[in-house]
């Protein structure tokens, strides 16, 4: 059994669970307060999504730009939070629920996947950080927006299990009554 495993399947992990989800919650209010013109997702891919002029990095005021790289900061935490609760969602429905086989492999393997996001999401930070500072290279434009993509596949990948896991987990209950 795995570290990942035995805390999965331990007492501390509702806490830890539970936890990070109300850390998750509070830090997307506080990242939603700080965004920037067009918003993150736009700023996370910048190759791909055709901006408005005003929502471009080197048109904000200052204040916008102060603003976006507090946003940032407060990332580098958000980053280590969403991995962690959806390993330890999925490597407990994985461990500890009565689920299909094929969804508690699917759900055990997202549950060690998902901490691939962190890194990327770091990388996609630093790349941000620049962008935002007012490099605007095509290069760095690509850059951001390729460890974005991947981020993202992985990060809604697993949600979706996660989900998915929860929803026959309250099916499972409520068959039994």
Known sequence: MSRLDAWASGKASVWILSL????????????????????WIALEFPA???????????????????????????DFLYLMLYPLFLSFLCAQAS????????????????????????????????????????????????????????KWIIALAASFVGMLCLTVRSFEILRKG
């Open 20 to 39: 990070s989800f109300i850390a998750i919650l509070f830090l997307s209010l506080v990242l939603n307060e700080l965004r920037p013109p067009g918003g």
């Open 48 to 74: 791909w999504v055709e901006t408005a002029p005003e929502h471009l990095p080197e048109n904000w005021s200052p204040a916008e730009r102060d603003a976006a790289l507090r946003g940032l900061r407060l």
């Open 95 to 150: 461990l500890l629920w009565n689920l299909p086989r094929w969804l508690s492999h699917t759900s055990r393997f997202f549950s060690r996947l998902v901490w691939l996001a962190a890194p990327l999401d770091a990388l996609e930070n630093a790349g941000l950080h620049f962008l935002i500072r007012g490099n605007d290279a095509a290069s760095l434009q690509w850059f951001v927006t390729l460890v974005s993509a991947p």
